[in-house]
């Protein structure tokens, strides 16, 4: 069942900060009402207050040292519906009709081990909304496929948000302490520039290689859903100040106003390792293995490659978390297949990853980012590319010089 539309419709999430006391949800609700019309349809998707999750944890640690999956998701669980309950009545305070709808309320159903959100009724949603209410909305707890309380994992909140407003074909607005998406990190390069718009491609590719602010999968779904989503400052009612993501069908039919650069912005991911593993037999069952080791421990892993050898050996590496590797290497020296293999492991290094889709109609970036490493004598490992994106790891202590470099190199 679709909701009717209304002048504007919006399905807003908050971050755990911007509402991490009293007085954020307070702040928030007002600013909810001085900005909301009374035809104005919408949704607010919330999760736990700032460190709840830590604080709960660490009281659960107190009470027993067996902490079962089923009592920590109850527990968390609290957590968000805390957070959904006191926005509503801080909401009703302003004189908005609101109503806290929890996630067990929306069928939000996540699949286990991985919490990946499988689908969500939202009939309840837009109950509450054809009575003309906001609806609060817990974004991190659902239920499993048996009928559990589950948890949707992290950045489970911004899934729940654009799943919300997938189903009832409106945007999505995020919303965090920054105020926009910026070509790098500015706390790396004080120079950074605001990003505007940006193509679901180009923002898939710099929140998997280490901007952080909105969840991979979530981009991932509003892309398939056509979703347009708004990222800004909580509080700030001024949208040219935050960053929208866009399909490029749009910015080219709209002639939305992009600049013409090969690169729109930089990743940089902290803590790497790189793992390579020689003199393979050439029958691919050691390779087999790793990656099926890999997926049972749950370990993501970026920038795969492989070499045959003249003697009919090969050698893969790739790369992946340092904490996942400390992982994967024991699993790997305590397994036989691997008797014979030999397993390097590169660690403390950093992902550096520049992102645009104006690379594929600029050439010559590559040769210019090789450049650039050189003559500022950093030195690199890996080097992966995609069609819009290329990433190198370099050693940590080269990560700052490298990303200034590449910064001016590329005006960003």
Known sequence: MKWEARKINTVQKYNDRS??????????????A????????????????GDTAGRLIAMAKEAGSQLKKSEIDMLLATGDQQTVALLAIALQAEGVDAQAVAGLQTDLVVDNPYANVKC??????????????VAVVSGFQGISEDGDLSLAGEGGSDITAVGIAAQLEWNCEIYSEAECMYTVDPSIYPQARQISIITYEEMMEVANLGADKIETRAIELAKKCNVRLYYGKSLESD???????????????????????????????????????????SDGKAVAECFHILGELGIVVDMISQQMAQDGTCTVSFSCDMEDGDRLESALASNEVFSGIIVDRESNLAMISLVGVGMATHAGVSGKVFKVLAENGVKYYHITTSEISISVTVEIEQKLSAAIALCREFNL
């Open 19 to 32: 509402l991490d006391s009293i007085e954020k949800i307070k702040a928030v609700a007002g600013h909810i």
């Open 34 to 49: 001085r900005n909301k019309k009374p035809e104005d349809g919408l949704v607010v998707v919330v999760s736990a207050m």
């Open 120 to 133: 969500l009724d939202t009939s309840l949603i837009e109950r509450v909304l054809s009575e003309g209410k």
């Open 239 to 281: 949208k040219s100040k935050g960053t929208y993501i866009v399909n490029k069908e749009l910015i080219a039919t709209q002639n939305l106003l992009v600049e013409d650069a090969p690169i729109t912005g930089m990743g940089i991911e902290d803590d790497i390792s790189i793992f390579t593993l020689r003199n393979i037999p």
